[in-house]
């Protein structure tokens, strides 16, 4: 194989790399994407259990559904509160039980949305170091009249 062909053949290699470097940043996008919003039901689930110590039995509230969405309803129970314990199982649980989970749950979610972001901070380093050596070679062969890829 010629010189030429094998400088042509790394371009098209460096170029198919540098989609798939793009493809990975956009799955991971919309991966945080929906770890943030997982942390911002979280939130709201944490701010409510926060609250929960000052209700009584009969206190009406506004319960959050996601999306911006609240439904007022009124507490028959403020000894307990019902929380998802996985795989579509959920159980009654002291108030403070649950806030210790949610607080568990958004610490995790926050971790992984800090490892996203260093991830995607690696790979689109790493893109923008490629993405300079594909311009150079472009323009080295460019320069010597060979075709470009």
């Given at each position: 194989?010629?010189?030429?062909a094998?400088a ?11 989609e ?10 919309e ?11 979280l ?9 929960y ?21 009124r507490?028959t ?8 314990v ?9 108030p ?16 992984m949305i ?13 893109a ?16 010597s ?5």
């Amino acid at each position: 194989m010629s010189p030429v062909a094998v400088a042509e053949d790394e371009v098209r290699q460096m170029v198919a790399l540098l989609e798939r470097y793009r493809a990975q940043m956009e799955m991971l996008a919309e991966q945080l994407g929906m770890l943030q919003g997982s942390d911002a039901e979280l939130g709201a689930a944490s701010e409510l259990l926060g609250r929960y110590d000052g209700f009584k039995d009969g206190d009406e509230l506004l319960v959050p559904v996601g999306g911006g969405v609240f439904i007022p309803a009124r507490l028959t129970t403020a000894k307990s509160v019902v929380a998802a314990v996985g795989s579509g199982v959920h159980v009654e649980l002291a108030p403070g039980e649950a806030a210790a989970r949610v607080s568990n749950r958004r610490e995790r979610i926050r971790e992984m949305i800090s490892q996203t972001r260093a991830t995607i901070e690696q790979i689109d380093a790493s893109a923008s170091a490629l993405s300079a050596q594909l311009e150079d070679a472009y323009r080295e062969l460019e320069t010597s009249g060979r075709p470009l890829p």
